[in-house]
Antibody, heavy 124, light 113 residues
Framework: QLQLQESGPGLVKPSETLSLTCSVS??????????WGWIRQPPGKGLEWIGS???????YYNPSFRSRVTISVDTSKNQLYLKLPSVTAADMAIYYC????????????????WGQGALVAVSS | DIVMTQSPDSLAVSLGERATINCKSS????????????LAWYQQKPGQPPKLLIY???TRESGVPDRFSGSGSGTDFTLTISNLQAEDVAVYHC?????????FGQGTRLEIK
């Protein structure tokens, strides 16, 4: 059974870099043609897609984040990563990693598998 | 970006009754080459991640009760929950995946009357 688990610091200082890891079990990132994505949800608000990655390295980013965010993958560890530098209070959110339901979407994904989410606060 | 607007923001429905949630996109989500609407619905219960209910506007994800149904095409879509159960209390989100960036509606909170 596919499982995703986000991990990382729960508190980041303003202007520092938010770094999260998503550990995948029950499926191999390198043998899956699915894209793996990051989505965030500020407390009490809606969902916002950050970007997605394929194990080949192809990435798809939300232009709202493109200049800031880096999504990467380590197939040997079966993990994907999110780095968001220069955070502000507006970046406080629950960050989810997820796997899309279909393949060959070129980033136009809907997500069938989600991690439980990691709450990241931004405060000095 | 395609803007997704849900209505209402919240609603309260009696047990056993029908709940209807609407979602409107700022442009058509119908992909002409395969005649599919690139619209999904999710259910999110408190403290949990979203759960995919419906994709392609009307196809239920495996394991989703048939009380949940999706309809609509183009720019106007509806999620209908028949015979409302207590466990259906949640926030429901629509999402378009017609174009990047994929975008979500603001969510609709469903409660029991």
């Amino acid at each position: 059974q596919l499982q995703l688990q986000e991990s990382g610091p729960g508190l980041v200082k303003p202007s520092e870099t938010l770094s999260l890891t998503c550990s995948v079990s029950g499926d191999s990132i390198s043998s899956s043609n699915h894209n793996w994505g990051w989505i965030r949800q500020p407390p009490g608000k809606g969902l916002e897609w950050i970007g997605s990655i394929h194990y080949s390295g192809s990435t798809y980013y939300n232009p709202s984040f493109r200049s800031r965010v880096t999504i990467s993958v380590d197939t040997s560890k079966n993990q994907l990563y999110l780095k968001l530098p220069s955070v502000t209070a507006a970046d406080m959110a629950i960050y989810y990693c997820a796997r899309e339901r279909e393949v060959h979407t070129y980033g136009r994904s809907h997500f069938a598998y989600w991690g439980q989410g990691a709450l990241v606060a931004v405060s000095s | 970006d395609i803007v997704m607007t849900q209505s209402p923001d919240s609603l309260a429905v009696s047990l056993g009754e029908r709940a209807t949630i609407n979602c409107k996109s700022s442009q058509s989500l119908l992909y002409s080459s395969n005649n599919r609407d690139y619209l999904a619905w999710y259910q999110q219960k408190p403290g949990q991640p979203p759960k995919l209910l419906i994709y392609s506007a009307s196809t239920r994800e495996s394991g989703v009760p048939d009380r949940f149904s999706g309809s609509g095409s183009g720019t106007d879509f509806t999620l209908t929950i028949s015979n409302l159960q207590a466990e259906d209390v949640a926030v429901y989100h629509c999402q378009q995946y017609f174009s990047i960036p994929v975008t979500f509606g603001q969510g609709t909170r469903l409660e029991i009357k």
